[in-house]
DNA sequence: GTCTATAAATCGATAGAC
DNA sequence: GTCTATCGATTTATAGAC
């Protein structure tokens, strides 16, 4: 496991000097919260983190997958949602709903997330929650399902599982915080679905 | 209307020596934060103030104006709600959005209300906000529309109209930060009409 | 153990004196 | 403008019947 206390100190490559890996994740984070997502270079992450581009990619992979561990969120939303999008339209919002309400209601998980909905008034929180929220957890619901008006409907979505979030996890206003999962399923399914499949005004 | 720059200064009655009703309000905010609206009495207010608890009638009415008073809210949401409450169960989802709407798209009232939102996370400002906006905002709709299940079909209600604030307000997400008021009151008037009027779950 | 009746305390609101 | 006195309603607590 370690080298120390062996007898025969100083063997093997000694740990790099400061944490490479963490100072691209804050580096990343910085930027993603100031910048937004889409004006982010992994170079200019490279650069703050004063290391070699190729190292971001070696450490995280995709750019993807580093704005999903820059965001420190409790589970990736990519594999969470993948029942969700293989499904298909229908009943896609039951089975959004689900998850949803799952990741919610584990409790270290809500912290996390709490923290996230708290940045919310804070520009770089802001910028941080509008490109994770509609882009990496609710953003591949539009070409996965077939939507038309992706940004719309997804929107749409959005708006509503927010409220429901403000209402039930941060206000913890009365039936909502308690009620139970099934029940809101059944209550806000029909809302999403028509969001995600009906015909849109004008 | 005011005696100043008249030539005659210092005519009539001084001001009060510190100011009764400003203190007064002061004290009710901080109690209403504190403990809610309901477990605040009239009397604890006027202890807090220094001041007699009749005084507290004479200068705010009701404990309900005082409260409104207290919120600093842009509109008096007992007159602004007025048309939703009268006109019936109806179209009542589509009056009280247009109402909400034009509230929030008008930009003085719209800085004042989100930092009332902005208090969400303390909470002092949670308890206030819960008292406003299912006490007094949403409340009202509850009896006068005749509804069964009042409580939850007001919370269904809120979750909806706070994950609009949140999405088209706060964090500004497109396309709803621009999209027309009409189109608005269009998509998710079925909605709210739904969780007014529908048979709930279980 | 559960429900009902009643007593006590507290509250919001008003009228009227200073 | 400020305060005393007080009404009527609501809530809270207690006691006793079943």
Redesign the interface.
Known sequence: MSNRHTGRANRGRRPGAPDTRAEILASARTLFAARGFGSTSVRAIAAGAGVDPALVHHYFGSKDDLFVAALELPVDPRVALRPVLEGGLDGAAERLLRVFLSVWDDETARLSLLGLI?G??EPSG?QL??DGL?GVVLGPLGPALGLDEP??RV??V???????V???Y???????ASM?G??LV??YA??LQ?YLADP???
Chains 1, 2 share one sequence.
Request: charged share 25%.
């Open positions: 708290r919310v008034f802001r929650l509008r509609l940004q719309r929107a749409l959005a708006s509503q599982m927010m409220g429901l403000m209402l039930r941060v206000l913890e206003v009365e039936p909502l139970d099934e029940v059944a209550t029909p809302t028509r849109l005004p004008s």
